[in-house]
């Protein structure tokens, strides 16, 4: 059974990163929207797609110009404007600017809410000044599926560096209920230190099969070796991971690590014990910390004896990310890279009190977000 949604108290977002997030995406959503209808509309009037031979042909294409538009969500720039060797004259730009308000508002939703193909059709209509055919919805309205189906088929490379895997929960409405889904995804940092979204997908953290299943799309995607994994505790992801990759390395995150030690000892102790632990982490060396390990342990063992089991459990996994590049280590040491993915997404969207209203409205917008975000690349060893 899929677990009802909890109420969680999370912090707001500020004003102004939501109303860029919105520009955002309503240039994205606007740019797709516009380039689809501009060609469909040239396919009306030529009588024929592109490529397609047909005795009914009135006209033929003559290529692109570019200009740019300027929305009341930013410039739209370099947007392809399709020509005909007939001197093809779009009056969807006039169209658009005399119904501006009320078009954005469409377009987003369209794009993010999972509307209908009728309400598409209007929005298609209103921009064309004529009634879309079936196929002319079918095109806008999949748009964005159809760029997701192929981002997630995309060959990746052979080798990759560093690998990220988190799970973490959104809210999707089942039958007038809000349930809590789980999205799986996995983060890349390559032998040049560029750093992507390898893919994700629905499914329960806890469940191995998942997980596995995750990974092979990986390896039939390419992806043959992987020098370290980066991950917590989830037992289920990691026999996934042995399973799957079983020559690279493991790390597990210290966040989680000392999260999990300082649950065992007492809130009004944590201040005096949470930079003796965190120390084990920021040497210089792993002997060094192999030796601040120890006496942790042997100082706090008859105090907090589950505390220094937990800390025990998993210490070689906490510590492997000393036999890489140290330049790299305040990267790899933690899973923030994975996390951090999660919060974006929650940041643009989920915290907006809002709910996504299906599975692959989740999957999409989640897809429309990783699209747009720019990573840092780190630097690599030569």
Same mark, same amino acid.
């Given at each position: ?73 930013? $410039? ?13 004259? #779009? ?32 929005v298609v209509e209103s ?28 060959? =990746?490379? #052979? ?31 390559? =032998? ?76 009004q102790h944590h201040d ?5 632990? $965190? ?19 042997? $100082? ?6 589950? /505390? ?10 906490? =510590? #492997? ?25 929650? $940041? ?6 809002? /709910? ?6 989740? =999957?999409?917008?989640?897809? /429309? ?14």
């Amino acid at each position: 059974m899929t677990p009802k949604l909890k109420h969680t108290q999370e912090g707001p977002i500020s004003q102004s990163e939501f109303q860029a997030y919105v520009r955002e995406q309503m240039r994205a959503a606007l740019r797709i929207t516009l380039t689809t209808v501009l060609e469909e509309e040239l396919t009306a009037l030529i009588g024929a797609a592109p490529y397609e031979q047909n005795s009914n042909r009135r006209d033929h294409r003559n290529g692109s110009y570019q200009r740019n538009l300027v929305t009341s969500v930013g $410039k739209i720039e370099a947007l392809d404007v399709p020509r005909s060797r007939g001197g093809y004259r #779009t009056q969807l730009f006039e169209r658009y600017q005399r119904r501006q308000t009320e078009l954005d508002t469409a377009i987003l939703n369209m794009y993010i809410g999972g509307n209908s193909t009728e309400q598409v059709g209007a929005v298609v209509e209103s921009l064309t000044g004529t009634q879309p055919s079936t196929a002319t919805v079918s095109r806008v309205f999949h748009t964005l599926e159809a760029e997701y189906a192929v981002w997630k088929e995309r060959p =990746l490379a #052979t080798h990759y560096q560093y690998v990220f895997a988190d799970g973490t929960y959104f809210t999707v409405i089942y039958e007038a209920e809000g349930i809590k889904m789980a999205v799986l995804a996995v983060v890349g940092i390559n =032998l040049a230190g560029e750093r992507e979204v390898l893919g994700f997908t629905t499914g329960d953290r806890e469940n191995q099969a998942a997980w596995a299943d995750l990974l092979e799309q990986f390896k039939r995607r390419g992806m043959a070796q992987v020098d370290l994994w980066i991950t917590d505790g989830n037992q289920a992801m990691l026999n996934a991971i042995a399973t799957k990759f079983p020559t690279s390395q493991r790390q597990r995150c210290i966040v989680h690590k000392m999260n999990n030690v300082l649950g065992y000892i007492p809130k009004q102790h944590h201040d005096g014990v949470q930079p003796e632990l $965190k120390a084990i982490f920021y040497q210089e060396s792993r002997p060094q910390a192999d030796q601040l390990l120890a006496a942790f342990c042997a $100082k706090y063992e008859q105090i907090y004896p589950t /505390a220094v089991e937990c800390l025990r459990r998993d210490s070689d996994a906490c =510590l #492997t990310f000393y036999s890489f590049p140290s330049a790299h280590w305040k990267t790899i040491r933690t899973n923030n890279v994975a996390e951090r993915l999660f919060e974006e997404v929650k $940041k643009r969207y989920h915290k907006m009190n809002a /709910a996504y209203r299906n599975e692959n409205s989740c =999957l999409l917008m989640f897809f /429309a977000i990783v699209r747009s975000l720019q990573f840092k690349r780190i630097p690599m060893p030569a």
